[in-house]
């Protein structure tokens, strides 16, 4: 096959993303609580230590730089900032102060979430993301951390892949709470739709009250490619479009719009929605094949595909023609810009890794030269780190580590995404040595 360069538009940002939780160590909340128990995460291992990276974010970050990283993704954790209710820590208010003058220093771009997965043990127990107070809550929070951290220049993500946390910790049971019931991951669902509008509101009002200009801020999705098991069975096209609206549509069409979904179709105005998105990010991974033989809300799976190589432990298919219009859609459905804030594979082949990148960055020019409006593009992850269920058994990082020493070693694929973004996108060349005789 015959390539040719590929040059991303001059202000595209390049970079990494990651996650308080999966990469600090040293985390009390429900996540946590949720590795004690036994067989809840697949090598038993936990997230006390993780990558030490409450510690060692200067050096990590280092290493960010010199890999030519210029946009960096990470979590603030909510169950530090305030570890009992209405209760702010200070100290570890001034931690994450440090780590965004850290990046800012480095002249790497900080993108900064909310939210990502993980509760205060007190959110917890007031049921979370069920509790019909747990959007002004987080909203509150993200007031407060608006209050200290706006004087910095930061991109705001409210809640990381709400659609996440509402299906593997309300329906399929895989993450906390635990609960498998489909009312519960409705009410989930829209809580948290409530709180990212709480949150831009309020996050919003401290920047006017300070007299700062508008920041970027925007949730964070959890995307898959919907496909019919047969094109040509209506049912399943039907149920891939089924699944399509209600996992990857509804709850951002709802932040876009301001009106609250509910199950008949209609819908309730949520006034603080009102201006919450300024731009969407996307997190994109595989595909899901659907069959309307199978039932897909109790968890049943259709067959991998054989022939396409797989995300180890999570068992994600390679899939990046799935990319391209995914990001399509959002982009005619909802003409706000796009960061593209998580893509990438957990595996030792490192290989692989490249291909993975390398395909996917090629769907990303095809939606850029279709002129849809990306900013970034972010590799998760930087560092190999906790993969919730998965434990430690998944290898997502550009930057391996020796859990035993918390020793860092940049893998090839980072000093080739370093090429990438020194070339400021793909060149013939590089695709030739990273594709050829694939597939
Ligand atoms: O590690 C996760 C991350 O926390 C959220 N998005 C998907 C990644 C890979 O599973």
Redesign the pocket.
């Known amino acids: 096959m015959g390539y040719r360069n590929l040059e991303f538009p001059d202000d595209f940002l390049w970079g990494s993303a990651a996650?308080a939780h999966?990469t600090e160590g040293g985390n009390h909340n429900s996540w946590s609580e949720w590795e004690k128990i036994p067989g809840k995460i697949k090598d038993g291992s936990n997230a006390d230590i993780a990558c030490d990276h409450y510690n060692r974010y200067k050096d990590d970050f280092d290493l960010a730089k010199e890999l030519g990283h210029q946009i960096h993704r990470f979590s603030i954790e909510w169950s530090r900032i305030e570890p009992n209710q209405g209760r702010w820590n200070d100290s570890e208010l001034g931690h994450y102060e440090s780590v965004i003058k850290t990046l800012l220093e480095r002249n790497i771009k900080p993108m900064m979430t909310l939210h990502?997965?993980a509760n205060p043990i007190w959110f917890r127990d007031m049921d979370a993301w069920l509790n019909p107070e747990s959007p002004e809550l987080f909203g509150k929070y993200a007031r407060k951390a608006a209050e200290v951290f706006s004087k910095y220049n930061l991109i705001w993500n409210t809640i990381?892949?709400p659609m996440?946390v509402a299906t593997l910790g309300h329906l399929f049971g895989e993450f906390p709470p635990g609960y498998k019931d489909f009312n519960k991951t409705i009410t989930a669902t829209m809580n948290m739709l409530k709180a990212h509008g709480q949150a831009a509101m309020n996050i919003r009002e401290v920047y006017d009250e300070k007299g700062l200009e508008q920041p970027l801020i925007a949730p964070v999705l959890?995307v898959s490619y919907f496909m019919p098991a047969n094109a040509d069975n209506k049912e399943d096209v039907e149920l891939a479009n089924y699944l399509d609206n209600l996992y990857n549509q509804e709850w951002i069409r709802g932040a876009v719009t301001g009106i609250i979904p509910d199950l008949d179709g209609n819908g309730e105005r949520y006034t603080p929605l009102e201006n919450s998105v300024d731009f969407i990010g996307l997190?994109y991974?595989s595909r899901q094949v659907v069959s309307s033989e199978l039932d897909y809300l109790a968890g049943e799976m259709a067959p991998r595909n054989p022939n396409l190589e797989r995300c180890e432990g999570?068992d994600w298919e390679v899939y990046p023609q799935g990319y391209y219009p995914i990001i399509k859609s959002y982009w005619d459905n909802y003409r706000k810009p796009i960061f593209l804030t998580?893509n990438g594979i957990?595996t030792l082949d490192d290989m692989l890794k490249q291909r993975y990148i390398v395909s996917h960055l090629q769907q990303v020019y095809r939606a850029i030269e279709d002129k849809v409006d990306i900013r970034g593009y972010l590799v998760?992850?930087l560092t190999d780190n906790f993969?919730?269920t998965q434990g430690y058994s998944s290898h997502?990082g550009l930057v391996e580590i020796d859990y035993k020493t918390q020793e860092r070693h940049s893998r090839n694929s980072a000093f080739m995404y370093r090429d990438i973004i020194r070339n400021n996108g793909l060149t013939e060349e590089l695709q030739q040595r990273i594709l050829s005789n694939w597939r």
Do not use: A, I, P, R
């Open positions: 996650s999966q990502h997965f990381n892949e996440v959890s997190n991974y999570l998580e957990g998760w992850s993969e919730w997502f």
